[in-house]
């Protein structure tokens, strides 16, 4: 079965930084052609897509948001960890990572989400 | 800002059919990048429903197709039910800027 899971704040101060993490289970990162990526849902708003890693440590990231992001793997604990720097208001939004499928262009399971509001 | 176009809302009678549009350009759906679907209910994971233009991963209703023409795609509910109302989302790659995974801007399904 595989699972995918957000945590981090819930509350972060204008300008700070925001770690996430995603812990994942039922498959590994060291698998030849897999990746887990970070989509975020402002409230209200449309699914943007912020950054993705693969098994072999490639990144990638979202232009418009390039300059304040940043990805890691555990691969032995099984966690992909996003940072976020110079948060702001708008960046309050529903934080998803997802797994993509082995050189597939789409995510195919889904964690639940977790709320960040950025707020002071 | 989404460089994939949807309308924003569609709906339907139960059991009629509905279409939803996905507009992009040459640096995605045009240049070849194949077309996803989603299902979104707020608070929820968002659950793939077409892959790779029309395929359906296991346990998806053959309810839902999807179709790509040049720079466009579509997907189609046939036979509207009452728990397809949620927010449907268009997926490609776009090859501009570097290179990134892109979503439509959403359409929201109603159930008359």
């Known amino acids: 079965q595989i699972t995918l899971k957000e945590s981090g704040p819930t509350l972060v101060d204008p300008t700070q930084t925001l770690t996430l993490t995603c812990t994942f289970s039922g498959f590994s990162l060291t698998t030849s052609g897999v990746a887990v990526g970070w989509i975020r849902q402002p409230p209200g708003k449309a699914l943007e897509w912020l950054a993705i890693i693969y098994w072999d440590d490639d990144q990638q990231f979202s232009p418009s948001l390039k300059s304040r992001l940043s990805i890691t793997k555990d691969t032995s604990k099984n966690q992909v960890v996003l940072t976020m720097t110079n948060m702001d208001p708008v960046d309050t939004a529903t934080y998803h990572c997802?797994?993509?499928?082995?050189?597939?262009?789409?995510?195919?399971?889904w964690g639940q989400g977790t709320l960040v509001t950025v707020s002071s | 800002q989404s460089v994939l176009t949807q309308p924003p809302s569609v709906s339907g009678a139960p059991g009629q059919r509905v279409t939803i549009s996905c507009t992009g350009s040459?640096?995605?759906?045009?240049?070849?990048?194949?077309v996803h679907w989603y299902q979104h209910l707020p608070g929820t994971a968002p659950r793939l429903l077409i892959y790779?233009?029309?395929n359906r991963p296991s346990g998806v209703p053959d309810r839902f197709s999807g179709s790509e023409s040049g720079t466009s795609a579509s997907l189609a509910i046939t036979g509207l039910q009452a728990e397809d109302e949620a927010d449907y989302y268009c997926?490609?790659?776009?090859?501009?800027?570097?290179?990134?995974?892109?979503f439509g801007t959403g359409t929201k399904v109603t159930v008359l």
């Open positions: 790779g233009d029309n």
């Open positions: 040459s640096s995605n759906i045009g240049g070849g990048y194949d």
């Open positions: 997802a797994r993509r499928l082995n050189n597939s262009g789409f995510f195919d399971y």
């Open positions: 997926q490609s790659y776009d090859s501009s800027l570097g290179g990134s995974y892109v």
